[in-house]
């Protein structure tokens, strides 16, 4: 068999010799990945589409839907009238909320719904819904999911996978900012975008959509070769790597066969524990809660909706331009006829002007603004196309990742992905550096050892199994 290296050699040596066509392999290999990975989530999260409604349909309503295959099946609304306010998707449903007289608080309202609908429909989910988070954003930002897919397909992260997680973090709103200071697409945090610009060459304007997707793409397509599996990657970004470590052990405990598995059987397990005794506990899942369960199957809930998104609004093109000096928006409006407003539908960011070394956006391209980095137009080079095929099948396992031997063959990488001299090839080693910089200085691979090997850990997962195994004997 081929090692590793001599193989991305002769990709490389084909892709020059056949033309661009095997540039595709690295996505050929993402996309096997997330097929393996939703077929883990079918089998047990089967209601994932369920989440594909909730950011569709305007807030102030509840939304019910089936667990066993995510069918919406009715919503009420959060205020007023339940008799009269249910809009049924379902309505062979309906007659099993006959004659109910409705308490008056909405938790109350929820748990009698559940009680009346589950004899007839089955086990039931239901959330409000959240549409004014996404809605308003389609008409501005929809035209640029073809691109802004391109951009993450670039580093192997199939589009709709990476878009979706964007829905969820930010409703596609390059100005969206947390509670907690988390900043623009994908909602890394202001000190986060602060280190990357360091490490940068070029200006990160961390309002930018289209500046924050590569690096956003990078990020994800690293954490899912770590893990070899985009569910936990996905995972780490909204509740952290140690969150995610702890809750992958738990689940190798409980006889996952692969990474994904493990992820959401120890999901499963720190929801159940949860419930049934949330403080006794807790040393198992810390600050892993519902909303760190349920966040991968949203994201692959949500991935309907960026198909659907793109299939429903006229695409438009991007162009990106390099600066040379700062250019004021008097500058780019006059120049391109465009207004302001349009021209900060590229360039949330934009206020006064662009930085010098930023990047300037707009549907036409303007040389006089600067040099064309638009790279996910462009088909990938065969150097890059080889260095990130070898990256996404490295096979060292999450464990070999936190080990200090590891990081020169990160940092091998890096220098690589550097040396192609491309724009992508740049961001992936910023971000490697990023993430390595990450591995290097936080406690994350002695808190997990501690984890592992803690006999008080052990002995509380013995515990916690057995009172779970008790209580779904007892039909609790």
């Not at 295959?69 to 379902?90: C, I, N, Y």
């Not at 930018?208 to 397509?221: E, G, K, M």
Request: with cysteine; proline share 5%.
């Amino acid at each position: 068999m081929l090692s590793r290296s001599l193989r991305a050699v002769l990709v490389a040596v084909l892709v020059v010799l056949l033309g661009p066509s095997l540039s595709a392999e690295p996505m050929d290999h993402a996309e096997a990945r997330l097929q393996a990975d939703l077929e883990v989530v079918k089998a047990f999260r089967p209601a994932y589409p369920f989440w594909q409604h909730i950011f569709t349909i305007s807030d102030g309503r509840i939304a019910f839907g089936s667990a066993k295959d995510g069918r919406l099946l009715v919503t009420f609304p959060t205020k007023g009238d339940w008799s009269d306010g249910a809009l049924w998707t379902d309505r062979s449903l309906a007659p099993s909320m006959s004659g109910v007289a409705w308490p008056t608080r909405l938790d109350d309202r929820r748990e009698l719904a559940v009680r009346r609908l589950e004899p007839v429909a089955g086990p039931l989910l239901h959330n409000p819904t959240r549409g004014l988070f996404l809605l308003p954003n389609v008409p501005k930002y929809g035209p640029f999911l073809a691109e802004w897919g391109r951009i993450y397909e670039r580093f192997g992260v199939p589009a709709d996978i990476g878009l979706a997680q964007a829905i969820l973090e930010s409703g596609l709103n390059g100005t969206a900012r947390s509670r907690a200071n988390a900043l623009g697409l994908c909602q890394f945090l202001r000190r986060n975008w602060q280190t990357l610009n360091r490490l940068s060459p070029e200006t990160i304007e961390a309002y930018n959509q289209t500046t924050q997707a590569p690096y956003c793409a990078a990020y994800l397509s690293i954490l899912a070769t770590m893990y070899g599996s985009f569910i936990p990657a996905l995972s780490e970004h909204h509740s952290g790597g140690v969150n995610v470590g702890r809750t992958l052990i738990n689940g190798e405990r409980l006889g996952g066969a692969t990474t994904a598995e493990q992820y959401l059987m120890g999901s499963q397990f720190a929801r159940d524990l949860r419930s049934v005794a949330l403080r006794e506990y807790r040393d198992l899942y810390r600050t892993y809660g519902i909303r760190s369960f349920r966040y991968a199957e949203m994201v692959f809930g949500n991935a309907i909706n960026v198909q659907r998104i793109r299939a429903d609004v006229t695409q438009e093109r991007i162009y990106a331009m390099r600066t040379r000096r700062a250019i004021p928006m008097g500058e780019i409006t006059r120049r391109t006829k465009l207004t302001a407003a349009e021209v900060q539908r590229f360039n949330p960011a934009l206020q006064r002007q662009v930085p010098a070394k930023g990047t300037l956006y707009l549907p036409v391209r303007v040389p006089e603004f600067g040099a064309d980095v638009t790279f996910w137009q462009r088909p990938a080079g065969a150097e890059y196309s080889a260095v990130l095929e070898e990256f996404l099948m490295l096979d060292a396992g999450v464990q070999r990742w936190h080990e200090a031997s590891f990081e020169p063959e990160l940092q091998r990488f890096r220098r690589r992905f550097e040396a192609t001299g491309t724009e992508e090839g740049r961001v992936m080693a910023t971000m490697l550096a990023y993430v390595i910089g990450d591995l290097r200085t936080s406690r994350r691979a002695a808190i997990l050892d501690d984890f592992r090997s803690n006999g008080h850990i052990l002995e509380l997962f013995q515990k916690g199994v057995a009172e779970l195994t008790a209580a779904l004997g007892s039909g609790q």
